[in-house]
């Protein structure tokens, strides 16, 4: 298994600022994956993050308004830049273990307010 | 484009009774189908999951069911509990690797 801190549990910000939040893990993973989750919806992709090269993102999510870092195997960064109350959501960070079927774990998230 | 489709959206159901939540999907690379229950407030959970090479897994009160032929799978929740009212989804993923694809959810409500 493995355990996902993440960092903060919640913030209230300011529109036209940025947040970073933190993804720490307890062992070694390749793939780390960032999701939203806006109020009353599912999950939603953000990107996908992979150690060593250049984070991929999905349909509707660009670098400079989401940039992520990956420095390392087990941390991760998701920046929500110049933002607006569109931008209140939960941001969940996910791993999968190698192999096939393994299950996936997630962060507790973080709770965004956008004032 | 939506790859996997989740029924019903909303749900109500009687303490004590059965609920039952069902996911469809059509990519058949799909080989993990995990259920997450959430809470208002909270980041999802997960609470049972299953590969495709069973037909049925239960965990206490929780069991799913998959029909890999149809290309479906359930959530059953016997004795439901006001307890268990909560926001579940259902998700699918390829392999170890790669995002999981999740339902649009269903909000559960148990009322006594």
């Known amino acids: 298994s493995a355990v996902i801190s993440q960092k903060p549990s919640r913030d209230i910000c300011q529109r036209g600022t940025s947040l970073t939040i933190q993804c720490q893990v307890d062992s070694q993973v390749t793939m780390m994956f960032w999701y939203r989750q806006q109020p009353g919806q599912s999950l939603t992709l953000i990107a996908t993050?992979?150690?060593?090269?250049?984070?991929?993102?999905e349909s509707g999510f660009v670098i400079d308004k989401f940039p992520i870092s990956r420095p390392n195997l087990t941390f991760s960064t998701l920046t929500v830049s110049n933002m607006s109350p569109e931008d209140s959501s939960i941001y969940l960070c996910?791993?999968?273990?190698?192999?096939?079927?393994?299950?996936?774990?997630f962060g507790q998230g973080t709770r965004l307010t956008v004032v | 484009q939506q790859q996997v489709k989740q029924s019903p959206q909303s749900l109500i159901v009687q303490k004590g009774g059965i609920s039952i939540i069902n996911c469809a999907y059509e990519?058949?690379?799909?080989?993990?189908f995990p259920w997450y229950q959430q809470f208002p407030g909270k980041g999802p959970a997960l609470l049972i999951a299953i590969r495709p090479d069973v037909s049925e897994k239960k965990e206490g009160r929780f069991t799913i069911s998959f029909n890999k032929s149809a290309k479906q799978f359930s959530l059953h929740i016997m004795d439901s509990q006001p307890g268990d009212s909560a926001t579940y989804f259902c998700a699918a993923r390829e392999g170890g690797n790669t995002p999981l694809v999740f339902g649009k959810g269903t909000r559960l409500s148990v009322i006594a």
């Open positions: 993050a992979n150690q060593g090269s250049e984070a991929t993102y």
């Open positions: 996910s791993v999968g273990l190698a192999g096939r079927g393994t299950e996936a774990f």
């Open positions: 990519n058949t690379a799909f080989d993990y």
